[in-house]
């Protein structure tokens, strides 16, 4: 198998996605613009939209954010951009056909005159293609996913309204080559189109809870004792996630490492039905948690066993915490775990292969250390978060110096 550094090289060197490099962007060129979300709920594309801005508002550029409804905002997420003092706005949508919503959109845009706007989203994507053709504000559509749940005929119109967006679009970007490729596919695109943008994070925050004082005070707080292994696995409690394969492998894994304990951070639809799966198993299901950087840091393995991603940002922060990953080999994720160097990756869907890797890494120390060194360095080096706003910031200005000269 290539390792991850290769793949990324040779994308490069062969101007697969020649856009993905970040570009010194001019002061005099730096647009204004809107970012548009669905929702400001607590999850991996609101976070990393979230602390795009934020950092934005911390260069001292203008950026706004704009939600469709406020009905599930994350208050740490509120608080985040209080804080940084990033102007947000909400349309007070009821539904996504609620009619008021794109006249209030509309109105926004030709009040505050945006250079560009920035929808992530489904129903983002959506309202913004709409009024994209009434108004000559560059439109550009980031994808979070590798696939939308098409079960429902709702479900089904949805994602066909997004992809027929996405045709219409100034631009699209996706956080991987695995969701540009089936972006590509599903919206009869060539994946070339697709400009690969990797999300990025704070780092800052993994350095400031890096001590091992820090460690054994986490550790002590949640009732575990020096000698137990702590095993996270930090995701939204819904299907897809793979909390119940690791269920599965669970007696597998405590036949060999009886101290391991599995911790379930994150809330979630399917959280009544998995605490009833874990009774017998001594489960923690810790919910929503603002301090993951100190929980990453202090647990020995970090699992992720997911039937699909785009790239998740759960395993890019783990790197960062310097913390051995098992991972599910899907979508992006093998863009952030080199197999046999940062950490493991097994087939979905897998309990015993997925049970044989969290063993393998827990049962021998040094390694596991190694990957977490490893891990640490491919963080550092490909996943920033000043990397993402530097190349997200290179497209925006390209796009606003067209619409000016136009």
Known sequence: MRSTASVWAEAT???????????????????????????????????????????LAQRGLRAALCTLSAEHDSPQLVEELQ??????????????????????????????????????????WILASVVRRLVNTPLVLTRHVLDES?????????????????????????????????????????????????????????EASASASRREEVRLGLGLGTSEKMVVLPAVLRPGKGHTVLLAALPAIRARVPDARVLFVGDGQEGVELRELAQSHGVLFLGHRDDLPDLLRACDLVVLPS??????????????AGRPVVATRVGGTTDIVEHGTTGLLVPPGDPDALAEAIVALLADPRTAEAFGRAGRLVAYARFSLDGHVDRTLDLWSRLATVRRRS
């Open 13 to 55: 060197k062969a101007g697969a996605c020649p856009q993905s490099a970040p570009s010194i962007v001019r002061v005099d060129s730096i647009p204004r613009p809107l970012v548009l979300l669905s929702a400001l709920r607590a999850g991996g594309a609101e976070r990393v939209v979230v602390s795009l801005v934020c950092r």
């Open 83 to 124: 804080v940084a003092g990033v102007a947000r706005y909400d349309l007070a949508a009821s539904r996504l056909g609620d009619p008021r919503a794109p006249v209030r959109y509309l109105r926004l845009i030709l009040r505050q005159r945006f250079d560009v706007v920035h929808a992530h989203g489904q129903d983002a």
């Open 150 to 206: 098409a079960d429902t005929w709702r479900e089904s119109a949805r994602r066909r309204w997004a992809l027929a967006a996405a045709r219409h679009a100034d631009a699209l970007v996706a956080p991987s080559f695995a969701t540009a490729d089936r972006l590509g596919e599903l919206a009869g695109l060539c994946a070339s189109r697709v400009h690969v943008i990797p999300n990025g994070i704070d780092l800052e925050k993994f």
């Open 307 to 320: 039937f699909s991603e785009a790239l998740p940002t759960v395993l890019i922060e783990a790197a960062a």
